[in-house]
Each structure stands twice: as C-alpha cells, then as structure tokens.
C-alpha cells in the first residue's frame, strides 16, 4: 500500500492529534465479456466519488469498508487488499485536522444498487473504469482508481485471464 499526501503543506499545522482515520472501498466487478467496471457514488450538491467513511470505535478497517459500502450504496462484497492511503486536511470544529482515509479493494457479490438518503448519497452507478476517471474531479480519488486498476490488471494477467467468472 502507497501513501499519497493530498498536497497540503505540513508545517501548516500545529495540531498534535493524529489525525482522523477512515477507510473507503474501491467496489469493482468484471462484466459478462470482462470489463472491469467501478462503483461511484455522487453526495447531494456534491461530486462523483468513491464510498467512504469512518471506522466505529473497535472496529476493524476492513469491517468498517463493507459497512460504510453497504450503508452508502446497498451492495455487499469481500473486501481484499488495501490500495492507497491518501491523506489530507479538512475543518474541523473551527481548526484544520489531518485526514487518513485507507482505500481498500471490494469485489461486488451481492445487494442491490441502493443511494442512502441517510448518507445524503444521490446517486450510486457503476462505471466502466475510463468513464469512472472522466467523472471524478478529485485527483487523489483519481490516483487511487487508477492504483486499484493496476492492482486487478495485474491480478488478472497472473491468473491467465481477464478477471470474469
């Protein structure tokens, strides 16, 4: 797993506390005749990206990723080897806090296409991957499909095929 820092001067910050750990999931699966297709979910008022969220006191990363999937978008899946850690600042309570989201690979089994209103998520679609990168405006998001596409062109190239089953 790589660690991307978003690009945010350090020495900006003052701030002594870790910073705030969440996770996300990169959720793929291969069509029929083999392309590989991502999961995007776009928030009210907000733009294409990736599920996310925070992990729950005593909670594993990898429980948190298939929650927070299942929660913002209704599918389920086997949530597999950790893509890219992508670091960033947000505001917090009135001061600048560091942020640490872990991306994870998540390969779609089940569910049904389901936007949270909870979550304030307004849509949920999968995408072929070169149409998932034309969608996302965030470049760190970019970063990390296109780490996970190379982890799963990788995997499928070892296995001899092209990842369908």
Not at 9 to 29: M, T
Not at 35 to 58: N, R
Not at 94 to 109: F, I, N, P, Q, S
Request: hydrophobic share 40%.
């Amino acid at each position: 797993m790589t660690n991307l820092d978003a690009g945010e001067p350090v020495q900006e910050f003052v701030d002594s506390d870790p910073p705030i750990a969440s996770v996300g999931g990169v959720v793929y699966r291969w069509t029929a005749v083999g392309q590989l297709e991502i999961l995007l979910i776009k928030k009210q008022g907000g733009f294409w990206t990736l599920p996310k969220g925070q992990i729950k006191p005593g909670e594993d990363e990898r429980d948190a990723v298939a929650r927070e999937v299942a929660e913002e978008t209704g599918i389920s899946g086997m949530v597999e080897a950790a893509v890219l850690q992508v670091l960033y600042t947000i505001q917090k309570a009135g001061r600048r806090r560091r942020k640490a989201v872990t991306y994870y690979l998540m390969r779609a089994d089940g569910g049904r296409l389901r936007p949270s209103r909870k979550e304030r998520i307004a849509r949920v679609r999968w995408f072929p991957v070169g149409a998932a990168l034309r969608r996302i405006r965030r470049g760190r998001i970019r970063t990390v499909v296109r780490a996970a596409r190379a982890i799963l062109d990788d995997d499928a190239a070892a296995a001899g095929n092209n990842g369908a089953t």
